[in-house]
């Protein structure tokens, strides 16, 4: 819809930010495309995983991109970069008012309520699957493997941390958040790969390319985004922190004698 009002100018390579704080926003690409990690958690629903699977995932890699990629070009080929960091979150339902008026500006806030809902219910997807097996292998404490009623123990606490989130945080502290915890996460399995990458049969360069990939944004993006969003960084280092201590805290007390494991 905005291709059709594109100012070429306000493309111009005159006007680009730096490539460090360039480097720092591909963070924000590693959370918007975190769901593509979600496709794995249906490989047991597909009747032939190993030949749908990557094809899902390739195809919805290149339709998502094709469609991140004009989206883009649209919103900053319509606005200037000061009009696109001021308006913030509306700034697509912005770009969309030439085209369409105050009818283009409604449109694109609900498609991004419906494009929100999408995507937290793809992240709580996967928690049940998850928590219960991380469960059941001695990663997580036992009761996520249960339900109460007819909910998983696992969907419940993903849905709580979520509303907390949402409560507590504004929408680009919460992508913040989410960039840095999916680029630690994308980097510490990559990590653990190397060991079993004979088994897996992946190929150990495209792992070395992935590690520097995620390590080197991460690094980017706390020295430039994070520096300047303490609260955010704090939240984080708090997060990562508790994790932590919760995780040591249940093990110790599961290894204690008398305890069930």
């Not at 005159?14 to 924000?28: C, D, K």
């Not at 999408?118 to 219960?132: C, D, E, Q």
């Not at 300047?228 to 599961?254: G, H, M, Q, R, Y």
């Amino acid at each position: 819809m905005t291709i059709a009002n594109w100012n070429l100018a306000l493309l111009s390579p005159a006007g680009y930010p730096s490539v460090q704080e360039i480097v720092a926003s591909v963070a924000l690409t590693f959370f918007a495309f975190l769901g593509f990690g979600v496709i794995t958690f249906t490989a047991k629903d597909l009747p032939d995983p190993a030949r749908q699977l990557p094809k899902a995932i390739y195809l919805a890699l290149a339709i998502a991109t094709t469609i991140y990629v004009a989206v883009s070009l649209g919103v900053f080929g319509t606005l200037t970069a000061d009009q696109v960091v001021e308006y913030g979150t509306t700034a697509l339902a912005e770009a969309a008012k030439p085209t369409l008026g105050e009818a283009g500006y409604v449109l694109m806030v609900i498609t991004a309520l419906f494009s929100t809902t999408g995507a937290v219910n793809a992240g709580l997807y996967p928690s049940i699957g998850m928590t219960a097996h991380l469960a059941s292998v001695g990663q997580f404490p036992p009761v996520f493997g249960r339900s109460v009623g007819r909910f998983p123990v696992g969907l419940l606490v993903m849905a709580g941390l979520a509303i907390v989130l949402v409560v507590g945080f504004n929408l680009n502290n919460i992508a913040s958040i989410g960039s840095a915890v999916a680029l630690l996460v994308f980097s510490a399995v990559s990590i653990a790969h190397f060991r079993l990458f004979r088994i897996t049969g992946a190929n150990i360069v495209v792992l070395v390319i992935g590690l520097v990939a995620t390590l080197g944004t991460f690094v980017v993006f706390c020295t430039t985004t994070l520096v300047n969003e303490p609260a955010t960084a704090l939240a984080l280092v708090a997060i990562i922190a508790l994790s932590i201590i919760i995780d040591f805290s249940w093990k110790a007390s599961a290894r204690t004698p008398g305890r069930p494991q």
